[in-house]
Nanobody, 124 residues
Framework: QVQLVESGGGLVQAGDSLRLSCAAS????????MGWFRQAPGSEREFVAA????????TYADSVKGRFAISRDNAKNTVYLQMNSLKPEDTAIYYC?????????????????WGQGTQVTVSS
């Protein structure tokens, strides 16, 4: 497994941008598929974005497509989630996750490593 620590969350207004970071240790992010999930109060954890193991293939939830971008910096062993044009419905705890599986992975059960989460709150 890989150890993950998220940072970068906060309180912003609708239309603002935030960049979340996920610092990894124990394994390199280049050897893992990496994803971002989020969970709002009273809701299940949902997929946001992912980058596949060993490739630059990315996948996004329809709700964030065109606004969010996932990227990986292998030198820093860090994964990012750039979030633009934020909306109040983006408010949630955001989790970084890692999977040793290849290919596009968007289900939480496919990931075996999780960070502690970082809160993102978007006010209207």
């Amino acid at each position: 497994q890989v150890q993950l620590v998220e940072s970068g969350g906060g309180l912003v207004q609708a239309g603002d941008s935030l960049r979340l970071s996920c610092a990894a240790s124990g394994r390199t992010v280049s050897s893992y598929g990496m994803g971002w999930f989020r969970q709002a109060p009273g809701s299940e954890r949902e997929f946001v974005a992912a980058t596949a193991r060993g490739s630059d293939v990315t996948t996004y939830a329809d709700s964030v497509k065109g606004r969010f971008a996932i990227s990986r910096d292998n030198a820093k062993n860090t994964v990012y989630l750039q979030m633009n044009s934020l909306k109040p419905e983006d408010t949630a705890i955001y989790y970084c996750a890692g999977t040793p599986r290849f290919g596009k992975r968007s289900a939480p059960y496919e990931y075996d490593s999780w960070g502690q989460g970082t809160q993102v709150t978007v006010s209207s």
